[in-house]
Protein backbone atom coordinates (compact mmCIF):
# COMPACT_ATOMS: atom_id res chain seq x y z
CA UNK A 1 0.00 0.00 0.00
CA UNK A 2 1.14 3.42 -1.03
CA UNK A 3 2.08 5.93 1.74
CA UNK A 4 -0.43 8.13 0.01
CA UNK A 5 -3.49 5.98 0.66
CA UNK A 6 -2.17 5.23 3.78
CA UNK A 7 -2.31 8.89 5.17
CA UNK A 8 -5.80 9.05 3.36
CA UNK A 9 -6.74 5.92 6.00
CA UNK A 10 -5.66 7.42 8.78
CA UNK A 11 -7.04 11.16 8.00
CA UNK A 12 -10.24 8.95 7.57
CA UNK A 13 -10.32 7.01 10.61
CA UNK A 14 -9.33 10.68 12.23
CA UNK A 15 -12.01 12.55 10.76
CA UNK A 16 -15.32 10.52 11.75
CA UNK A 17 -14.24 8.64 14.93
CA UNK A 18 -12.34 11.65 16.44
CA UNK A 19 -15.17 13.44 18.79
CA UNK A 20 -14.75 17.21 19.45
CA UNK A 21 -15.95 18.36 22.69
CA UNK A 22 -18.19 21.20 21.09
CA UNK A 23 -19.15 19.40 17.79
CA UNK A 24 -22.87 20.14 18.29
CA UNK A 25 -22.14 23.38 19.06
CA UNK A 26 -23.81 26.59 17.38
CA UNK A 27 -21.89 29.46 17.78
CA UNK A 28 -23.45 32.49 18.14
CA UNK A 29 -22.70 36.07 16.24
CA UNK A 30 -21.17 37.37 19.46
CA UNK A 31 -19.02 33.99 19.84
CA UNK A 32 -17.93 34.18 16.39
CA UNK A 33 -17.09 37.92 16.14
CA UNK A 34 -14.64 37.25 19.35
CA UNK A 35 -12.48 34.48 17.49
CA UNK A 36 -10.12 36.64 15.50
CA UNK A 37 -8.95 38.06 18.62
CA UNK A 38 -8.92 35.10 20.00
CA UNK A 39 -6.99 33.30 17.75
CA UNK A 40 -4.23 36.49 17.23
CA UNK A 41 -3.41 36.51 21.08
CA UNK A 42 -3.02 32.50 20.44
CA UNK A 43 -0.48 33.05 17.74
CA UNK A 44 1.24 35.78 19.12
CA UNK A 45 2.46 33.56 22.26
CA UNK A 46 5.95 33.68 22.77
CA UNK A 47 6.13 29.85 22.01
CA UNK A 48 4.03 30.17 18.84
CA UNK A 49 5.67 33.42 17.46
CA UNK A 50 9.04 32.07 17.87
CA UNK A 51 8.07 28.56 16.33
CA UNK A 52 6.73 30.50 12.99
CA UNK A 53 9.93 32.59 13.10
CA UNK A 54 12.11 29.91 13.12
CA UNK A 55 10.20 28.22 10.36
CA UNK A 56 10.14 31.20 7.77
CA UNK A 57 14.22 31.70 8.24
CA UNK A 58 14.38 27.57 7.63
CA UNK A 59 13.03 27.93 4.42
CA UNK A 60 14.50 31.70 3.68
CA UNK A 61 18.02 29.46 4.10
CA UNK A 62 17.32 27.09 1.73
CA UNK A 63 15.09 28.53 -1.15
CA UNK A 64 14.07 25.94 -3.88
CA UNK A 65 12.46 26.91 -7.34
CA UNK A 66 9.04 25.84 -8.87
CA UNK A 67 8.76 22.07 -8.79
CA UNK A 68 11.82 22.00 -7.01
CA UNK A 69 10.56 22.45 -3.15
CA UNK A 70 11.56 19.02 -1.67
CA UNK A 71 12.96 20.07 1.43
CA UNK A 72 10.36 22.68 2.17
CA UNK A 73 7.57 20.10 1.17
CA UNK A 74 9.34 17.61 3.75
CA UNK A 75 9.31 20.69 6.39
CA UNK A 76 5.63 21.32 6.14
CA UNK A 77 4.75 17.34 6.19
CA UNK A 78 7.40 16.80 9.08
CA UNK A 79 5.45 19.85 11.22
CA UNK A 80 1.81 18.58 10.33
CA UNK A 81 3.26 14.82 11.55
CA UNK A 82 4.04 16.43 14.82
CA UNK A 83 0.97 18.51 14.69
CA UNK A 84 -1.66 15.69 13.97
CA UNK A 85 -2.74 16.58 11.10
CA UNK A 86 -3.63 14.18 8.28
CA UNK A 87 -1.92 14.98 4.56
CA UNK A 88 -1.81 13.83 1.35
CA UNK A 89 1.52 13.99 -0.72
CA UNK A 90 2.94 14.26 -3.17
CA UNK A 91 -0.03 17.28 -5.04
CA UNK A 92 1.63 18.61 -7.98
CA UNK A 93 4.95 17.00 -7.38
CA UNK A 94 5.56 19.03 -4.31
CA UNK A 95 2.26 20.28 -3.02
CA UNK A 96 0.59 18.88 -0.03
CA UNK A 97 -2.67 18.66 1.02
CA UNK A 98 -3.39 18.94 5.03
CA UNK A 99 -6.93 18.23 6.76
CA UNK A 100 -7.87 19.65 9.80
CA UNK A 101 -11.91 19.08 11.40
CA UNK A 102 -15.21 16.81 10.53
CA UNK A 103 -13.60 15.19 7.12
CA UNK A 104 -17.64 16.12 6.13
CA UNK A 105 -19.13 19.08 4.07
CA UNK A 106 -18.59 22.12 4.09
CA UNK A 107 -14.84 22.25 3.09
CA UNK A 108 -12.81 25.28 2.48
CA UNK A 109 -9.25 25.90 1.88
CA UNK A 110 -6.69 28.15 2.49
CA UNK A 111 -3.61 28.27 0.71
CA UNK A 112 0.31 29.17 0.63
CA UNK A 113 2.62 29.37 -2.16
CA UNK A 114 5.92 27.53 -1.67
CA UNK A 115 8.47 28.62 -4.26
CA UNK A 116 11.54 30.86 -4.38
CA UNK A 117 12.91 33.06 -7.15
CA UNK A 118 16.25 33.32 -9.34
CA UNK A 119 17.71 35.81 -7.45
CA UNK A 120 20.98 36.14 -5.61
CA UNK A 121 20.15 37.64 -2.04
CA UNK A 122 22.27 40.59 -1.04
CA UNK A 123 20.80 41.17 2.63
CA UNK A 124 23.57 40.53 4.79
CA UNK A 125 22.03 38.45 7.81
CA UNK A 126 22.28 34.95 10.01
CA UNK A 127 19.63 33.52 7.76
CA UNK A 128 20.78 34.53 4.12
CA UNK A 129 19.94 32.15 1.53
CA UNK A 130 22.57 28.89 1.58
CA UNK A 131 21.75 28.35 -2.18
CA UNK A 132 23.44 30.67 -4.82
CA UNK A 133 21.06 32.24 -7.03
CA UNK A 134 17.80 31.78 -5.11
CA UNK A 135 15.90 33.79 -2.56
CA UNK A 136 13.01 34.36 -1.29
CA UNK A 137 11.99 37.63 -2.31
CA UNK A 138 8.29 37.53 -2.57
CA UNK A 139 7.43 36.39 0.83
CA UNK A 140 6.29 32.13 0.19
CA UNK A 141 8.65 31.75 3.06
CA UNK A 142 6.46 33.66 5.51
CA UNK A 143 3.46 32.45 3.27
CA UNK A 144 4.59 29.05 4.72
CA UNK A 145 4.81 29.73 7.92
CA UNK A 146 1.79 31.91 8.42
CA UNK A 147 -0.08 28.66 6.77
CA UNK A 148 2.02 26.18 9.23
CA UNK A 149 0.62 28.85 12.37
CA UNK A 150 -2.92 28.46 10.95
CA UNK A 151 -3.08 24.95 11.17
CA UNK A 152 -1.84 25.15 14.44
CA UNK A 153 -4.43 27.41 16.09
CA UNK A 154 -7.02 25.13 14.23
CA UNK A 155 -5.83 21.97 15.20
CA UNK A 156 -5.68 23.21 18.99
CA UNK A 157 -9.50 24.70 17.98
CA UNK A 158 -10.97 22.02 16.02
CA UNK A 159 -14.00 21.99 18.15
CA UNK A 160 -14.95 24.93 16.22
CA UNK A 161 -14.76 23.49 12.65
CA UNK A 162 -18.56 23.11 12.00
CA UNK A 163 -16.49 20.93 8.83
CA UNK A 164 -12.95 20.74 6.87
CA UNK A 165 -10.59 23.05 6.45
CA UNK A 166 -8.05 21.40 3.97
CA UNK A 167 -4.34 23.29 3.84
CA UNK A 168 -3.06 23.89 0.70
CA UNK A 169 0.87 24.45 0.05
CA UNK A 170 1.20 25.22 -3.56
CA UNK A 171 4.36 24.85 -5.47
CA UNK A 172 5.53 27.00 -8.44
CA UNK A 173 3.49 30.23 -8.12
CA UNK A 174 6.13 32.12 -10.03
CA UNK A 175 5.63 31.32 -13.48
CA UNK A 176 5.03 27.81 -13.34
CA UNK A 177 1.12 28.02 -12.86
CA UNK A 178 1.17 25.71 -9.82
CA UNK A 179 -2.09 26.20 -8.80
CA UNK A 180 -3.17 25.14 -12.14
CA UNK A 181 -1.44 21.82 -11.53
CA UNK A 182 -3.01 21.46 -8.18
CA UNK A 183 -6.24 21.47 -9.81
CA UNK A 184 -5.18 18.81 -12.83
CA UNK A 185 -4.12 16.70 -9.85
CA UNK A 186 -8.05 16.63 -8.46
CA UNK A 187 -6.98 19.24 -4.94
CA UNK A 188 -10.37 21.17 -5.31
CA UNK A 189 -12.88 18.08 -4.99
CA UNK A 190 -15.29 19.28 -3.24
CA UNK A 191 -13.78 22.24 -1.26
CA UNK A 192 -16.65 25.35 -1.59
CA UNK A 193 -14.11 28.16 -1.37
CA UNK A 194 -10.22 29.05 -1.16
CA UNK A 195 -8.66 32.14 0.74
CA UNK A 196 -5.24 32.97 -0.16
CA UNK A 197 -3.10 35.88 1.56
CA UNK A 198 0.31 37.50 -0.16
CA UNK A 199 2.27 39.66 2.85
CA UNK A 200 2.62 43.61 1.88
CA UNK A 201 5.43 45.52 2.16
CA UNK A 202 3.72 48.74 1.78
CA UNK A 203 1.04 47.88 4.67
CA UNK A 204 2.53 48.38 7.93
CA UNK A 205 1.85 45.52 11.14
CA UNK A 206 -1.96 45.07 11.97
CA UNK A 207 -3.46 46.26 8.84
CA UNK A 208 -4.74 44.24 5.54
CA UNK A 209 -6.24 45.60 2.42
CA UNK A 210 -8.60 43.99 -0.60
CA UNK A 211 -11.29 44.61 -2.83
CA UNK A 212 -14.50 43.01 -4.34
CA UNK A 213 -13.99 42.39 -8.09
CA UNK A 214 -10.82 42.48 -10.12
CA UNK A 215 -7.44 42.95 -7.61
CA UNK A 216 -5.00 41.65 -9.70
CA UNK A 217 -4.41 41.24 -13.44
CA UNK A 218 -4.23 38.29 -16.17
CA UNK A 219 -0.67 38.31 -17.87
CA UNK A 220 0.41 36.75 -21.08
CA UNK A 221 3.78 36.39 -22.14
CA UNK A 222 4.96 36.68 -25.63
CA UNK A 223 8.66 36.30 -27.75
CA UNK A 224 8.43 37.19 -31.45
CA UNK A 225 12.12 36.62 -33.71
CA UNK A 226 12.10 39.23 -36.57
CA UNK A 227 14.09 37.96 -39.68
CA UNK A 228 15.61 39.87 -41.79
CA UNK A 229 18.54 39.71 -44.02
CA UNK A 230 22.07 40.92 -42.27
CA UNK A 231 24.44 42.56 -44.51
CA UNK A 232 26.86 45.89 -43.62
CA UNK A 233 25.53 48.93 -42.00
CA UNK A 234 27.43 50.89 -44.72
CA UNK A 235 25.59 49.79 -47.47
CA UNK A 236 21.81 48.90 -46.37
CA UNK A 237 19.95 48.51 -49.43
CA UNK A 238 21.79 44.61 -49.82
CA UNK A 239 19.92 44.28 -46.57
CA UNK A 240 16.71 43.70 -45.19
CA UNK A 241 17.11 45.37 -41.69
CA UNK A 242 15.27 43.78 -38.60
CA UNK A 243 16.44 46.04 -36.01
CA UNK A 244 14.03 49.00 -37.90
CA UNK A 245 10.94 46.32 -38.32
CA UNK A 246 11.44 45.52 -34.15
CA UNK A 247 11.43 49.42 -33.68
CA UNK A 248 8.28 49.37 -35.80
CA UNK A 249 7.01 47.03 -33.79
CA UNK A 250 7.64 48.33 -30.36
CA UNK A 251 5.98 51.47 -31.43
CA UNK A 252 2.78 50.33 -32.92
CA UNK A 253 2.59 48.00 -29.41
CA UNK A 254 1.89 50.58 -27.55
CA UNK A 255 -0.46 52.16 -30.24
CA UNK A 256 -2.95 48.96 -28.67
CA UNK A 257 -3.34 50.45 -25.42
CA UNK A 258 -3.74 54.09 -26.55
CA UNK A 259 -5.65 54.38 -29.16
CA UNK A 260 -7.49 50.52 -29.71
CA UNK A 261 -8.21 50.04 -26.04
CA UNK A 262 -11.59 51.61 -24.48
CA UNK A 263 -9.54 54.11 -21.93
CA UNK A 264 -12.11 52.08 -19.40
CA UNK A 265 -10.55 48.49 -19.87
CA UNK A 266 -7.17 48.77 -18.02
CA UNK A 267 -4.23 47.34 -20.00
CA UNK A 268 -0.52 47.46 -20.04
CA UNK A 269 1.70 46.42 -22.94
CA UNK A 270 5.57 46.44 -22.38
CA UNK A 271 8.45 45.21 -24.05
CA UNK A 272 11.33 44.24 -21.70
CA UNK A 273 13.90 42.18 -23.94
CA UNK A 274 15.12 43.81 -27.37
CA UNK A 275 18.42 41.70 -28.34
CA UNK A 276 20.01 42.02 -31.97
CA UNK A 277 23.38 42.15 -33.34
CA UNK A 278 27.26 42.11 -31.75
CA UNK A 279 28.42 44.79 -34.22
CA UNK A 280 28.16 48.60 -34.44
CA UNK A 281 28.52 48.24 -37.81
CA UNK A 282 26.70 44.63 -39.19
CA UNK A 283 23.25 44.41 -40.02
CA UNK A 284 22.03 41.02 -37.88
CA UNK A 285 19.85 38.72 -39.35
CA UNK A 286 17.56 38.84 -36.77
CA UNK A 287 16.15 40.56 -33.95
CA UNK A 288 14.33 39.17 -30.75
CA UNK A 289 11.70 41.33 -28.79
CA UNK A 290 9.96 39.70 -25.88
CA UNK A 291 7.53 41.25 -23.59
CA UNK A 292 4.33 41.06 -21.53
CA UNK A 293 0.73 41.91 -21.59
CA UNK A 294 -2.31 42.49 -18.71
CA UNK A 295 -5.52 43.26 -18.27
CA UNK A 296 -8.45 42.81 -15.49
CA UNK A 297 -10.71 40.24 -17.76
CA UNK A 298 -9.79 37.88 -19.60
CA UNK A 299 -11.81 38.92 -22.72
CA UNK A 300 -9.41 41.46 -22.98
CA UNK A 301 -6.45 39.44 -22.93
CA UNK A 302 -7.28 36.78 -25.41
CA UNK A 303 -8.46 40.09 -27.77
CA UNK A 304 -4.91 42.06 -26.36
CA UNK A 305 -3.24 38.80 -27.81
CA UNK A 306 -4.70 38.44 -31.18
CA UNK A 307 -3.89 42.36 -31.69
CA UNK A 308 0.16 41.83 -30.34
CA UNK A 309 0.24 39.04 -33.30
CA UNK A 310 -1.35 40.74 -36.10
CA UNK A 311 0.90 44.03 -34.84
CA UNK A 312 4.08 42.18 -35.06
CA UNK A 313 3.45 40.05 -38.13
CA UNK A 314 1.84 42.52 -40.19
CA UNK A 315 5.17 45.50 -38.84
CA UNK A 316 7.29 42.89 -39.37
CA UNK A 317 5.61 42.13 -42.84
CA UNK A 318 5.88 46.13 -43.86
CA UNK A 319 9.73 45.87 -43.81
CA UNK A 320 9.61 42.62 -45.90
CA UNK A 321 10.85 40.85 -42.83
CA UNK A 322 9.24 37.38 -41.67
CA UNK A 323 8.45 36.65 -37.75
CA UNK A 324 7.73 33.53 -35.60
CA UNK A 325 5.86 34.02 -32.45
CA UNK A 326 5.45 32.61 -29.18
CA UNK A 327 3.12 32.99 -26.05
CA UNK A 328 3.10 30.67 -23.70
CA UNK A 329 6.64 28.53 -22.87
CA UNK A 330 6.77 25.61 -20.40
CA UNK A 331 7.88 28.00 -17.81
CA UNK A 332 5.43 30.86 -18.74
CA UNK A 333 1.85 30.28 -19.15
CA UNK A 334 -1.20 32.78 -18.98
CA UNK A 335 -2.12 33.31 -15.84
CA UNK A 336 -6.59 34.57 -15.59
CA UNK A 337 -7.29 37.65 -13.82
CA UNK A 338 -7.13 37.66 -9.86
CA UNK A 339 -11.49 38.75 -9.28
CA UNK A 340 -12.71 38.38 -5.82
CA UNK A 341 -15.95 36.89 -4.94
CA UNK A 342 -18.59 39.64 -3.42
CA UNK A 343 -19.91 37.66 -0.67
CA UNK A 344 -16.78 36.27 0.13
CA UNK A 345 -15.52 39.97 0.30
CA UNK A 346 -17.75 40.45 2.94
CA UNK A 347 -16.81 37.79 4.82
CA UNK A 348 -13.28 38.70 4.75
CA UNK A 349 -14.37 42.27 6.05
CA UNK A 350 -16.00 40.94 8.64
CA UNK A 351 -13.23 38.54 10.18
CA UNK A 352 -10.65 41.48 9.52
CA UNK A 353 -12.19 44.19 11.50
CA UNK A 354 -13.15 41.89 14.41
CA UNK A 355 -9.29 40.88 14.36
CA UNK A 356 -8.16 44.83 13.33
CA UNK A 357 -10.54 47.29 14.12
CA UNK A 358 -12.00 49.23 10.62
CA UNK A 359 -9.21 51.28 10.51
CA UNK A 360 -6.79 47.98 10.14
CA UNK A 361 -9.16 47.18 6.94
CA UNK A 362 -8.27 48.68 3.91
CA UNK A 363 -9.88 49.27 0.40
CA UNK A 364 -6.94 48.81 -2.34
CA UNK A 365 -6.85 49.75 -5.99
CA UNK A 366 -6.05 46.69 -8.81
CA UNK A 367 -3.04 46.11 -9.55
CA UNK A 368 -1.74 44.77 -12.64
CA UNK A 369 0.49 42.05 -11.04
CA UNK A 370 -0.96 38.61 -11.48
CA UNK A 371 -0.73 35.48 -9.45
CA UNK A 372 -1.85 32.19 -10.40
CA UNK A 373 -4.74 32.30 -7.46
CA UNK A 374 -6.72 32.98 -10.00
CA UNK A 375 -6.42 29.62 -11.66
CA UNK A 376 -8.84 28.36 -8.32
CA UNK A 377 -10.92 31.35 -8.46
CA UNK A 378 -12.08 29.86 -12.00
CA UNK A 379 -13.01 27.17 -11.08
CA UNK A 380 -14.42 28.10 -7.28
CA UNK A 381 -15.15 30.95 -5.10
CA UNK A 382 -11.59 32.63 -4.16
CA UNK A 383 -10.72 35.51 -1.97
CA UNK A 384 -7.34 36.86 -1.85
CA UNK A 385 -5.87 39.47 0.53
CA UNK A 386 -2.77 41.53 1.81
CA UNK A 387 -1.40 41.63 4.77
CA UNK A 388 0.61 44.30 6.19
CA UNK A 389 4.33 43.14 7.09
CA UNK A 390 6.18 46.46 5.98
CA UNK A 391 9.80 46.95 7.75
CA UNK A 392 9.69 50.01 9.55
CA UNK A 393 12.86 50.30 9.68
CA UNK A 394 14.23 50.55 6.36
CA UNK A 395 14.67 54.01 5.25
CA UNK A 396 14.15 53.14 1.42
CA UNK A 397 11.09 51.05 1.05
CA UNK A 398 11.77 47.65 -0.96
CA UNK A 399 9.78 46.25 -3.74
CA UNK A 400 9.07 42.19 -4.26
CA UNK A 401 11.64 40.64 -6.49
CA UNK A 402 14.36 42.27 -5.45
CA UNK A 403 17.69 41.09 -4.25
CA UNK A 404 16.67 43.46 -0.91
CA UNK A 405 13.57 42.36 0.34
CA UNK A 406 12.86 42.39 3.71
CA UNK A 407 10.33 42.25 5.75
CA UNK A 408 8.76 42.26 9.01
CA UNK A 409 8.27 38.92 11.24
CA UNK A 410 5.84 40.83 12.98
CA UNK A 411 3.30 40.59 10.73
CA UNK A 412 3.02 36.12 11.04
CA UNK A 413 0.68 35.98 13.61
CA UNK A 414 -1.85 38.17 11.91
CA UNK A 415 -1.55 36.11 9.11
CA UNK A 416 -2.07 32.28 10.82
CA UNK A 417 -4.99 33.49 12.83
CA UNK A 418 -6.66 35.65 9.72
CA UNK A 419 -6.52 32.11 7.70
CA UNK A 420 -7.57 30.35 10.67
CA UNK A 421 -10.50 32.99 11.29
CA UNK A 422 -11.93 32.92 8.11
CA UNK A 423 -11.67 29.18 7.97
CA UNK A 424 -13.63 29.16 10.93
CA UNK A 425 -16.43 31.72 10.02
CA UNK A 426 -16.92 30.41 6.65
CA UNK A 427 -17.68 26.70 7.80
CA UNK A 428 -19.73 28.29 10.32
CA UNK A 429 -21.55 30.78 8.22
CA UNK A 430 -22.19 28.47 5.51
CA UNK A 431 -24.38 26.07 7.59
CA UNK A 432 -27.22 28.54 7.71
CA UNK A 433 -27.01 29.89 4.15
CA UNK A 434 -27.14 28.74 0.88
CA UNK A 435 -24.12 27.64 -1.09
CA UNK A 436 -22.00 30.87 -2.02
CA UNK A 437 -21.19 32.01 -5.90
CA UNK A 438 -22.78 32.23 -9.50
CA UNK A 439 -20.42 30.82 -11.52
CA UNK A 440 -20.59 32.54 -14.41
CA UNK A 441 -20.69 35.89 -12.30
CA UNK A 442 -17.80 37.78 -12.25
CA UNK A 443 -17.27 41.62 -11.66
CA UNK A 444 -15.36 43.21 -14.06
CA UNK A 445 -13.52 46.31 -13.64
Not at 177 to 183: C, E, P, V
Not at 223 to 245: C, F, L, R
Not at 262 to 285: C, M
Request: hydrophobic share 40%; proline share 5%; glycine share 8%.
Amino acid sequence: MSCSKVILLTFTSFLFFSKPLFSELSLSSEALSEIPKIFLNFAKKDEIFDWMVGIRRKIHENPELGYQEFETSKLIREELDKMGIPYKHPVAVTGVLGYIGSGKPPFVAIRADMDALSLQEMVEWDHKSKNPGKMHACGHDAHVAMLLGAAKILQEHRDLLKGTAVLFFQPAEEGGGGAKKMIEAGALENIEAIFGIHSSLSLPLGEASSRSGPILGGSGFFEAVISGKGGHAAIPQHSIDPIVAASSVVVSLQHLVSREADPLDSQVVTVGKFQGGDAFNVIPDSVTIAGTFRTFSSESLLQLKQQIKEVITGQAAVQQCNTTIKFETKDQIFYPPTVNNDDLHKLFQGVARDMLGHGGVKDMQPYMGSEDFSFYQEMIPGYFFFLGMKDETLEQPVSPHSPYFRRNEGGLPFGAALHASLAVRYLSESRTTSRLYNEDQHDEL
